[in-house]
């Protein structure tokens, strides 16, 4: 009978109300008729039927069909706005600030209606119907208003991207909205995808039960020819260059998008092309083109130091190194500088007129790769008298400017963007007829060892060079430059990247979504579900580690009592560290003894990997530090690393000792980030002074380790005692050999351990791994450091069994400062080693 009867709740389907009032717009006619050329608008009522009749629908329509700009504006004339808000979700910050003041243009409302927010930024009112946000905002607010109840229709742009937020949205909203319905006040989910690739979202019978419908906008693309380069160049920054030039002098008009893969590339390729091609304010370039008459003198030596560059990449700083002192020459030699007005010309770079080669067969009428240093571009520079009209667009650039790129270039000038893969989805720039596209991307990778996490560049996927490709096409028959082989289009660049949430280690995942209320996280309907098992054990390792704790709760559906894991004070504490989780309760337990310094060191070590090449023996250890093990000789090498820096001895000094020069390097970087988060969380200590760091002393040392054991107190390992080695085996086999948890084969200390000298009975180990081949296999384990047994039921108690308080024998004090250490009797871990 009870099936029946939920059947018959079933069926009846929810209340979809829709407004049934229409807003009026007094639109701009130039604005309306820029719109009408913009295939979405064909497809308004379409999308408004599905909008009205369901609760979720995915539109997915090539870059430049209008959606992000135009479906908002759909939903506030059919009244969606008017009681409540719309919703927008962008992953980038500057696609939301630019998208709301289009809107709010093509309106013809204020800021104060069609308004932003996202982290540290907003102009959102009371009077706000349409609200841009990143989607990290939003994920904010339904932790303080779960059901969302401020909106009428969530719009999630770019799902595409899959940035880690919008997965989670995506998530919750599935859950939401069916929520918002049954309440009869209902929320409406629009997915927008720059690609028709949705099935992640309708194949998802997790996520969603029945599959949204889907509306595909076509839009006209024009065909774009795909030039590879012959050859791949590792200095893409100066192919990029070379390939610009080639076009601008050249091939015929239309814009040129250049992609690279930060901020400071786009400023330094910016630099490079004005200086070459430089507009000037006095010039009338409509005459000076048709008239052919002499042109403007590429001016080399305009004086400005580039003071913006602060730049992180090698690569860059040394061609920037270059350049200044080829300017520096330059502008010895010329004396007089012309007087011009130059606005609109921050920062002209000479690079080194060396480096301006290139001579091209241009069988194919098209261009070619260059032939790197042979030849010269430098003549074809000069004659040109086009002046560039050349601007940057990333992600932090101001408002102001990155709207630049949507206003047409002066007369005369050919249009230039050098731009982030911002371009790629996230804004169309108009008029590009030339891509660039150096194939490179910034990306965030994560070492699931060690929780390090840094930007590398890397190749991007296929459908990024596609997407990329495709900005060539919006105009007129285009063409993109691929700076790369062929074979390299085929053999290094994926498809797609994973979605960012499951490239990132997932103990930081669990912790993430616990501190945003979200509790089962094994049950949570991600659109592409990172690893289960793994989830499991992450939940289970926090446990253990005391940044997550059971709690008992009611489960209203299943009528019956449930556990969950919640967070824990400490677990918020450490959540405010971007580290692995265990690092950052070892930040969060050091505020004492004047620790954090060494913490900080500590722990930036452990997240570089391999610092040291070659044995231990260059450090040798001694005294109270050698327990320390080898985060101790991490720390000695680390601190020598900074006197010699100061010295200006690094290169020398690492080389001496075995140190790899970058990841010292690195390591640095690591601790001054750490260093002025903490003094920003931690008023009145300063922990960056002294980065050489006196050695610790005795009570330190110790200190170390029971941080050290804190946050690594899932792998301890201890001795295998002689007497257990099996009759027949070799003993000696058996010296450096330890019990590490469940695993049933010895473990040894890694060869380059500074723990061989001692052999301590109990230590905690950062890493586990398995070495040579076939009979020769073992397993090792590094960064070793000695830990005391009775520190066990006070750091990692969730693995004590512990018995009565001891009264016989009697407490054990600890040595400096009398605290008691051991109430207990009883045993650690699954195997049950007694604690003595
Ligand atoms: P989609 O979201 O489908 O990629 P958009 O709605 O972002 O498309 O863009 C639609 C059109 O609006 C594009 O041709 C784009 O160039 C234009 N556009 C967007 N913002 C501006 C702006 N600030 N000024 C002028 N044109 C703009
Ligand atoms: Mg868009």
């Known amino acids: 009978i009870s099936k029946s009867v939920k059947d018959k709740v079933k069926i009846k389907k929810p209340l979809l109300e829709h407004p049934t009032v229409h807003v009026n717009v007094k639109r701009d006619p130039k604005v309306q008729v820029a719109r009408l050329k913009l295939p979405v608008l064909g497809e308004e009522q379409r999308i408004m039927e599905l909008v009205n009749e369901n609760q979720f629908l995915i539109v997915a329509g090539e870059t430049g069909s209008g959606k992000t700009t135009q479906i908002p504006q759909f939903l506030y004339e059919a009244g969606y706005a008017e009681k409540k808000m719309v919703a927008v979700t962008e992953p980038r910050r500057v696609a939301t600030v630019a998208m709301s003041a289009r809107v709010a243009h093509e309106l013809a409302l204020t800021n104060k209606e069609v308004s932003y927010l996202m982290r540290f930024e907003g102009n959102t009112t009371k009077d706000t119907k349409i609200k841009f946000m990143t989607d990290g905002v939003l994920l904010k607010e339904i932790q303080s208003d779960f059901l969302l109840s401020k909106y009428s229709v969530v719009i999630i742009d770019e799902a595409h991207e899959r940035s880690v937020y919008t997965d989670i949205l995506l998530g919750l909203l599935s859950r939401i909205v069916p929520l918002r319905c049954k309440r009869g006040s209902p929320l409406r989910l629009i997915i927008m995808s720059a690609t028709l690739r949705v099935e992640d979202f309708t194949e998802n019978t997790r996520l969603f039960k029945q599959p949204p419908p889907v509306i595909k906008i076509e839009s006209r693309q024009f065909p774009v020819t795909v030039h590879f380069n012959k050859n791949t160049y590792k200095d893409y920054l100066k192919e990029a260059f070379r390939k610009t030039v080639k076009i601008h ?16 590339e786009v400023r330094y390729l910016l630099r490079k092309l004005k200086s070459c091609f430089p507009y000037r304010k006095d010039v009338d370039y409509s005459k000076l083109i048709t008239k052919n008459t002499k042109g403007v003198e590429v001016d080399t030596a305009l004086d400005s130091e580039p003071d913006d560059i602060n730049s992180d990449d090698d690569e860059v700083e040394k061609e920037m190194k270059r350049a200044r002192k080829a300017r520096r020459k330059a502008k010895k030699k010329v004396k007089a500088l012309p007087k011009i007005n130059l606005d609109d010309y921050d920062m002209p770079e000479d690079d080194g007129q060396a480096d301006l080669v290139g001579n091209d067969d241009d069988s194919e009428g098209h261009l070619s790769d260059s032939d790197a240093e042979e030849d010269s571009l430098m003549p074809e520079i000069k004659s040109c008298r086009q002046p560039l009209w050349v601007l940057p667009l990333y992600s932090m650039l101001n408002s102001n400017k990155q709207a630049r790129v949507f206003e047409p270039p002066p007369v005369g000038a050919r249009l230039c963007v050098v731009s982030t893969d911002v371009a790629e989805t996230s804004l169309t720039i108009p008029a590009i007829k030339y891509v660039v596209d150096t194939g490179k991307k910034k990306m965030k990778v994560h070492d699931h060892v060690t929780g390090a996490s840094a930007w590398r560049v890397v190749w991007t996927s296929q459908a990024s060079a596609g997407q990329r490709a495709g900005r060539a096409g919006r105009v007129c028959a285009g063409h993109v430059y691929r700076l790369y082989s062929s074979a390299v ?217 029971q941080l050290v054991l804190s946050g690594l107190g899932d792998q301890v390992g201890r001795k295998i005692g002689l007497d257990e080695v099996k009759e027949g085996e070799d003993k000696r086999k058996f010296k450096y050999a330890y019990h590490c948890g469940d695993l049933e084969e010895p473990v040894h200390l890694h060869s380059a351990s500074v723990l061989r000298k001692t052999i301590p009975e109990w230590v905690v180990y950062q890493q586990l791994y398995e070495t040579g081949a076939e009979e020769r296999r073992k397993m090792v384990m590094s960064n070793v450091t000695a830990i005391e047994p009775e520190w066990l039921p006070v750091y990692v108690p969730q693995l004590c069994n512990l018995g009565e308080p001891l009264s016989d024998p009697e407490p054990r004090y600890e040595d400096v400062t009398g605290k008691v250490l051991c109430h207990y009797k009883g045993t650690f871990g699954k195997a049950g080693w007694e604690l003595p």
């Open 249 to 264: 002098t050249r091939l015929p008009e239309g814009g040129i998008l250049i992609f690279v893969t930060g901020q400071q």
């Open 489 to 705: 289009y085929q053999h290094d660049c994926p498809p797609q990247h994973a979605p960012d949430l499951c490239r990132r280690p997932v103990d930081d995942l669990v912790l993430m979504m616990k501190c945003m209320g979200i509790d089962k996280v094994v049950n949570f309907p991600f659109p592409t579900a990172p690893d289960r098992l793994q989830l499991r054990l992450a939940e289970k390792r926090l446990e253990t580690l005391g940044i997550l704790e059971r709690h008992d709760s009611k489960n209203a559906s299943r009528n019956c009592q449930e556990e969950i894991l919640k967070v824990t004070p400490l677990g918020k504490a450490v959540s405010a560290f971007p580290l692995l989780p265990r690092y950052g309760k070892m930040l969060a337990l050091s505020h004492q003894q004047a620790l954090l310094p060494y913490t900080i060191a500590l722990v930036a070590a452990l997240t570089v990997p391999e610092v040291m090449s070659g044995k231990a023996d260059n450090w040798p250890a001694t005294g109270h530090t050698l327990l320390l093990g080898d985060p101790g000789v991490l720390l000695r090498a680390v601190g020598a690393a900074e006197y010699a820096h100061r010295k200006g001895e690094e290169q020398l000094f690492c080389a001496k000792y075995g140190l790899r020069e970058k990841a010292i390097k690195e390591i640095r970087k690591i601790r001054k980030q750490l260093a002025s988060e903490i003094n920003l969380s931690v008023a009145g200590v300063d922990v960056s002074v002294d980065p050489e760091m006196k050695p610790p002393d005795e009570k330190q040392a110790r200190l170390l380790r």
